[in-house]
């Protein structure tokens, strides 16, 4: 790919990502004010975005850190919660063919919305994942220092009604991309399972499991429904004609 | 800037990193036709499973939440516009609380 096609790709990307960085706002903030409840200074606050960039970690260590919970379990915690992000690279690296080099620059910057993106596109390429990924990253770090600056002036009551934002922004990711009766299923049996497992384990671990039987749910069902589909009757071969 | 902090912020850092970075190291082995073909439900699964979880929180404000997503889906499924979904959601939810 030369250089201008690379660049019209990772503005594709950009563009795809900006309806869905509206959901980082809520985010970023909710963050920044618990991160100051919390006690961390505004430069603290800060490289934890930076260095770690993923939502759900940042906002239960800084849940974890006012309890005055023990390092270690704040680390155990955070592998748990982003143990599902396993299946993100293991998916898109079916999908995309990368160098060892891009590899370790996309999965620094890779996110829920930025993996969905890219995969519901046909064609999708690397030029395309980075560019979501880094209008994601500078959305969340900007919104972030936002925060540090001007969160204490936000009213309580509009923080509770920005919170609806995350729900909102996954239904009209998932809502486009659903198209077979067996992702029906697979999002169906996920949702369930999500249900039952989250009030008996860490947030991470259920995500991991709903996806992993929803899946298999949807995997099975395609499996089951080419299995029972009858074969088509074979073309009738036209009989040559010779030439007189 | 605290030390134990930075040391913590560093972990953590280092953790995400490496699970993100893992799943990429396993496609290199695990690329098999069943695998290919159960991935392919990994975003739509782990967005719903996550959908799940965002309903009920805070406690007592999962109706206008619940009616909200459902708001937004029907909008979006109609439009296929992720704005106007966005937009959809959000009003019926601020009218939801108010009412």
Sequence with gaps: MNARAFRAEFLQGCRAMLPICVAAIPAALAFTIGAREAGLSGGETMLMSLAIFAAGVQLSAIGLLQADTPGLLIVLTAALLASYSLLFGLSLGAKLSLSWRARAVVAFFLTDAAYVITV???????AFLLGAELAMYATWNLCTLLGVAFGSRIPVSFQAELGIVYPLMLVVII????????????????????????????????????????????????????????PRPHAQPQPRREPS | MNGGTLGLILALALVVYGLRYAGFALALVARSPRVLDYSRFVPLTVFAALLTRA???????????????????????RTKQAWFGLIAGFVAYALLRRW
């Design chain 2, 55 to 77: 309903i009920p929180s805070p406690p007592g404000e999962w109706l206008p939440r619940a009616l909200a997503i459902g708001c937004a889906g029907i909008a979006v499924h």
């Design chain 1, 175 to 230: 809502v486009p991309i659903l198209r077979t009766r067996a992702e029906l299923v697979a999002v169906v049996v996920a949702g369930g399972i999500a249900l039952a497992v989250t009030p008996i384990a860490p947030a991470g671990v259920a995500v991991l499991a709903a996806s992993l039987v929803g899946s298999a749910a949807g995997g099975g069902w395609s499996a089951l429904l080419g299995a029972l589909r009858l």
């Design chain 1, 120 to 126: 519901a596109r046909q064609g999708t390429t690397l």
